[in-house]
């Protein structure tokens, strides 16, 4: 059974940096896709950022470009998204969820909404950007 235990979230002021953690257990010998999605009050949930656990193949929402990096660490079976130039539009729920690639291509996967589409997800944490 794959776990994924997400971390980091804080409060920060706009233009301030943070990263959040994924920490992944239970993974098979599949290529996987690990992404992080967010949920702001009153709005739905929205992929931020994805990356395969095998190639590291990365994949952003255009808000992000240029601001947030995420990252694998193989060792550690662990996801990392760096985020820098925090506006108060990225305050939400952050949460990571997998989807083993046994399951779906990868380009099919990011070329939709595919919150739907991931199997496991992580505890949210809470990103808050002050103005």
Request: charged share 20%.
């Amino acid at each position: 059974e794959v776990q994924l235990q997400a971390s980091g979230g804080g409060l920060v002021q706009a233009g301030g940096s943070l990263r959040l953690s994924c920490g992944a257990s239970g993974f098979t010998d599949d290529d996987y896709a690990i992404g992080w999605f967010r949920q702001a009050p009153g709005k739905e949930r929205e992929g931020v950022s994805d990356i395969t656990t095998t190639d590291g193949l990365t994949h952003y929402a255009d808000s992000v470009k240029g601001r947030f990096t995420i990252s694998y660490d193989n060792a550690k079976n662990t996801v990392y998204l760096q985020m820098n130039s925090l506006k108060p539009e990225d305050t939400a729920v952050y949460y990571c969820a997998a989807v083993s690639l046994s399951k779906t291509s990868w380009y099919d996967l990011i070329s939709y909404d595919h919150a739907w589409a991931m199997d496991y997800w992580g505890q949210g944490t809470q990103v808050t950007v002050s103005s």
